[in-house]
């Protein structure tokens, strides 16, 4: 899903909201895939606890309530989806949201039935960390080598390199193919339909 504009909008939002220096919407979209406490290291520093709990209300308030900014589906996502199922491959998510934030996008999308299993930012340690994925990889009796991971961000090909898993980089979310590069992925690919070839 597209969810870069609500992202920021909603941090900046809650910046604003608690007293601090609004970030840019290019700092902003830096920390997207880490989970809600390194994110508010990097963009709010100088922060005490009391203020990052500030932060955390209103960031989740202003995401799930207030803000409206669209989060469609990038397109192909669900014919992606379904036809890597169809091929019994087994899907799963590594996510820098809660697991009450995915739930709430799984119900709201109806995709949730593709995947076989997924973790988030309260389960696991936070990207680039690979805890993650050998999480998943574990419970699915997988070997990170003969997994792919397909991500947006520098954070989760790095994820992926840590432990020699093969990752695509995708151009449409974050990070470009200047940036994705760098972690030396098997393939970088602008639009989700032409992840195929390369599972």
Do not use: W
């Not at 299993?117 to 990170?144: N, V, W, Y």
């Amino acid at each position: 899903m597209d969810s870069v504009g609500r992202i920021v909008s909603s941090m900046q939002a809650a910046a604003g909201l608690t007293g601090l220096v609004v970030p840019s919407s290019y700092a902003v979209k830096q920390i997207i895939g880490l989970s809600l406490d390194p994110a508010f290291a990097v963009l709010f520093p100088d922060t005490n606890q009391a203020q990052r709990s500030q932060l955390f209300e209103h960031y989740r308030d202003h995401y799930t309530i207030y803000d409206t900014t669209p989060t469609p589906l990038f397109n192909g996502a669900e014919q992606v989806l379904k036809t890597l199922a169809e091929q019994n491959i087994l899907l799963a998510v590594a996510t820098g949201k809660a697991r009450k934030g995915l739930d709430r996008m799984f119900a709201q999308t109806g995709l949730g039935h593709y995947f076989a299993t997924s973790r988030c930012a309260d389960e696991a340690q936070s990207k680039p960390h690979p805890d993650m994925l050998l999480q998943i990889s574990q419970q699915l009796g997988i070997k990170p080598a003969n997994a792919i991971m397909v991500g947006d961000t520098s954070h989760d090909m790095k994820m992926a390199q840590t432990i020699d898993m093969s990752r695509v980089g995708v151009t449409h979310g974050v990070h470009g193919a200047e940036v994705l590069s760098q972690f030396q992925p098997k393939a970088i690919i602008d639009n989700l339909p032409a992840l195929l070839p390369h599972v």
